[in-house]
């Protein structure tokens, strides 16, 4: 129960420190919130390429959930033997 929980605390650090230099690396490029909404509202979005790629990913993900196969099952196993002794 000790190495779960060592594996577990060093995972968070390690998560812990990765978000602080994403953070740091973005602040410094000069980011901000109203930045990150501005370039939402205007950037990749607006992209036909994008958009086509959204809409055939949404319209894939729905046709497979629609069709989705009925599942073949073999035959139930004998499991009957003969009790010979």
């Known amino acids: ?3 779960p929980t060592i594996m577990f605390t060093v995972v968070a650090v390690f998560s812990v420190i990765a978000l602080s230099m994403v953070h740091k690396f973005y602040r410094g490029s000069g980011g901000s919130f109203s930045k990150a909404q501005e370039e939402w509202t205007t950037g990749a979005w607006k992209n036909p390429h994008v958009q086509q790629a959204a809409q055939n990913a949404a319209m894939g993900a729905a046709q497979g959930a629609m069709n989705q196969p009925q599942t073949q099952y073999s035959a139930t196993p004998n499991y ?6």
Do not use: D
């Not at 009957?80 to 002794?85: C, F, I, L, P, R």
């Open 1 to 3: 129960m000790l190495i």
């Open 80 to 85: 009957a033997y003969s009790n010979e002794m």
